[in-house]
Structures are given as structure tokens and as C-alpha cells.
């Protein structure tokens, strides 16, 4: 009888850090059980066996099955990327062939998530409050085969901002756009009101200072190397670019 050891398996991260937010947990330490979840292919297991802290399937003359566990989620869209993080404890005369992670609006088109990539927010999908979410699992069993899921989780990141495009324009979220050409700064707008443009060294010191009212264009005799460029706008800067000269 082989025996395996605890096997933890990050299934999906962003590339940066989430926001730790905790969309559910399930498992040991978690406080929650198992209550709530689909279970698939039901019937081919000898038996399914719920406990406060996991859940189990005993195979007793196995095969090859596609276990897949599958819940719904509320607010699932509103986040931006997702974490989803299931460890498998017991793995006796079993083999775990490969993990996939699907999404879906109605449990009818399920979408499937990179393993290896990001989940791309899509802002028309916010106004769905609930969604689901389906791993799916290829395990091999051999003649008494048994696995034991024991955690669960999946964390969201919130998006940086969540904006009803209805409400502003695409000339309000950009309003300033700059560019170098030939040795030129050029500033394209159709903001009415005054604003400063600011060229800042590496080092943090202002070198250049011009006030502009409507597009322009800078030729500052500035010795060659890298600026950073920013609109400042009522003691606010709005916009930022690195330039090389």
C-alpha cells in the first residue's frame, strides 16, 4: 500500500501580492466544513465520507475519474484576480494527474482560468453578484484508492478602482497625454484650465519648471539622461511619464 505524504498545491496566483481578501475557506483550521459542495462523479466512488475538517473518496477497485468539486460564490466577479489554494493530506494508491480551475456566470459555460496567468477583470461582468467556481481534479485510483481533500481557499484582489463607465468619459480617466519626439516634450490636451509641467532628475530635484495653458510643445535645454515628466494640475499631479533625452 503506498502512502502519501501532505501535499499542498497553489493553484492559481497573480503575479503580485493580493489584497488578502478571503472570499471562502473550508478545511482544517478554517472553522468551516465541506457543507455546500458539488460533488462529481458521485456515483463511481465506493464512498464519499464528510468530516468537520475534509472530505474523502475510497475507490475500491479503481480507475481513472475527473473529480470535480464545485460551489457558488457570492460577488465572485468583483474581484480582479484570484488565489485559489487546495491541499490534498492522504493520497493511498492514488495517483494526482493534473488540477484545472473553471469559472462560471450559470453552471452551463464554464470558462477555465490559466494556472499560469492572471484572471482579467472585466468591468461588464460586475453587476453579477453571485458566480461559481469547478476544480477539477484527474486522479488515478488503483484497487483501494483513497484521497482526502482537507483545505480550500480562495482569496480575490480587489480591482484598483471599480468605475461605472456610464458616469465618466474616456477624455476624464486621461486628460493629459505626454510624448517625446526629437528631442521634444509634447503635452496634448483639452483640459481648459492652467496647469505646470515639471521635469524631476532621477535624484528627485525639480530641473524644469513651465506653466502652459492647452497643448504645447518643450524644448528644454536640459543635458542628456533620464526626467521624469509630470502635469501638475491645482497642487495635484495628474499625470506622469519617464522621458529620455
Known amino acids: 500500500m503506498e ?24 478545511g ?6 465541506f457543507n455546500g459542495w458539488k460533488i462529481e462523479p458521485y456515483r463511481c466512488f465506493t464512498y464519499v465520507n464528510f468530516t468537520e475538517e475534509s472530505v474523502s473518496f475510497f475507490v475500491e477497485n479503481g480507475g481513472d475519474y475527473s473529480l470535480e468539486l464545485s460551489r457558488k460564490v457570492e460577488h465572485l466577479r468583483r474581484y480582479s484576480k484570484y488565489n485559489l489554494q487546495i491541499e490534498f493530506d492522504q493520497l493511498i494508491n492514488c ?21 499560469n496567468g492572471d484572471f482579467v477583470h472585466d468591468p461588464a461582468l460586475d453587476d453579477m453578484a453571485d458566480g461559481y467556481i469547478k476544480i477539477v481534479a484527474d486522479m488515478s485510483f488503483q484497487k483501494d484508492g483513497f484521497v482526502e481533500c482537507s483545505y480550500i481557499k480562495l482569496e480575490g484582489e480587489e480591482p484598483l478602482a ?25 503635452v496634448e490636451t483639452k483640459n481648459e484650465n ?46 506622469n511619464k519617464k522621458v529620455v533625452f
Open 3 to 26: 502512502r502519501g505524504v501532505v501535499l499542498g498545491i497553489l493553484l492559481f496566483v497573480s503575479g503580485n501580492a493580493l489584497s488578502n481578501h478571503v472570499i471562502f475557506e473550508h
Open 28 to 33: 482544517k483550521n478554517s472553522g468551516s466544513n
Open 95 to 115: 495517483q494526482l494527474n493534473s488540477i484545472s480551475f473553471y469559472i462560471s456566470e450559470d453552471q452551463k459555460t464554464w470558462r477555465p482560468v490559466d494556472l
Open 162 to 186: 471599480i468605475i461605472d463607465p456610464t458616469e465618466i468619459t474616456e477624455e476624464k480617466q486621461k486628460e493629459f497625454f505626454i510624448f517625446c519626439f526629437n528631442g521634444s516634450i509634447n
Open 194 to 239: 492652467p496647469f505646470e509641467v515639471v521635469f524631476t532628475n532621477l535624484s528627485g530635484q525639480m530641473v524644469y519648471q513651465h506653466s502652459a495653458l492647452g497643448s504645447l510643445r518643450i524644448e528644454p535645454e536640459l543635458p542628456a539622461g533620464v526626467y521624469v515628466v509630470s502635469v501638475v494640475q491645482n497642487n495635484q499631479i495628474v499625470e
